[in-house]
């Protein structure tokens, strides 16, 4: 493995944090394990978790990183169950209110989430909604690739001016014509149908059949190639899932799309 040591976690005593008690249940989880104590934060987690319920996605996702308060610990929890997939950060990527800015050359997020253990071969998606356009191609946001060429990633700028998504597939990639690389991006597979949405347009579908599924760990800010970090992104993310996909279709993706982007409108971010 050729991972770069990841930074310890310094001790803090956490601040007692007060979370309205009409909040959704697992709102409240999240905000009391990240430490969120401003209300506008608290607000728009708790109305992005009624959303994501409502919409039927929030069964199918696994993991959920908001990025939200601004500091590593807190961009660390997983708002699907924060006592799990917590992420580790290495090389010490930028932490905001706007999210995490990736360098594209070393930063990147360990999640612990591997396909061939924690996805289903013929269900799985991965989101990802970033601030602005790519404009270096072939770098990936988040995935993870196996030595037999088994992936599980999202490419927000292809070699073509397109956007790539690989769900459990081979060498063979579903991409669509693009224009604007920036904002919200969405790759689910269900059985033999792979979909890319980006923003609020479902860009293609392409009936592949999947595979396999790697068996390294999901990457954030770049792709896991079998053991090495590669294809690093430069670029601040807003928040990422990654989950089944056994709910999506092309409303779902639709959907999702609108939630983010009322999430980034609560919070404020540019």
Aim: aromatic share 8%; hydrophobic share 40%; glycine share 10%.
């Amino acid at each position: 493995m050729n991972f770069q040591p990841a930074r310890k976690k310094p001790f803090k005593i956490k601040k007692k944090v007060t979370v309205d008690p009409s909040f959704d249940s697992d709102a409240q989880a999240f905000i009391t394990a990240a430490g969120i104590s401003d209300s506008a934060i608290q607000n728009a987690v708790n109305s992005l978790v009624l959303s994501l319920k409502s919409a039927g996605i929030w069964n199918d996702l696994i993991a959920f990183y908001p990025f939200v308060g601004g500091n590593a610990t807190a961009h660390s929890y997983n708002l699907k169950n924060p006592a799990t997939f917590q992420g580790t950060f290495v090389g010490s990527p930028t932490h905001s209110a706007d999210g995490v800015a990736f360098n594209g050359t070393s930063q990147y997020m360990q999640t612990g989430i591997i396909p061939s253990t924690n996805l289903g071969l013929n269900s799985g998606h991965l989101m990802a909604h970033i601030k602005t356009a790519s404009t270096t191609t072939g770098r990936r946001v988040m995935g993870a690739k196996a030595a037999s060429d088994y992936f599980c990633e999202l490419v927000p700028l292809g070699t073509s001016s397109n956007v790539g998504a690989r769900i459990n597939g081979l060498a063979s990639t579903n991409v669509v014509s693009s224009t604007d690389q920036a904002g919200f991006f969405l790759a689910w597979r269900k059985v033999s149908t792979e979909a890319v949405h980006q923003k609020n347009t479902t860009q293609g579908t392409d009936p592949s059949i999947s595979t396999g599924r790697a068996s390294v760990e999901i990457l954030i800010g770049c792709v896991n190639g079998n053991g090495t970090p590669q294809s690093h992104i430069a670029n601040t993310v807003y928040g990422t899932s990654v989950g089944t996909a056994d709910g999506f279709d092309s409303a779902v993706g639709l959907s999702f799309n609108q939630i983010m982007a009322d999430f980034k409108t609560a919070l404020g971010r540019a």
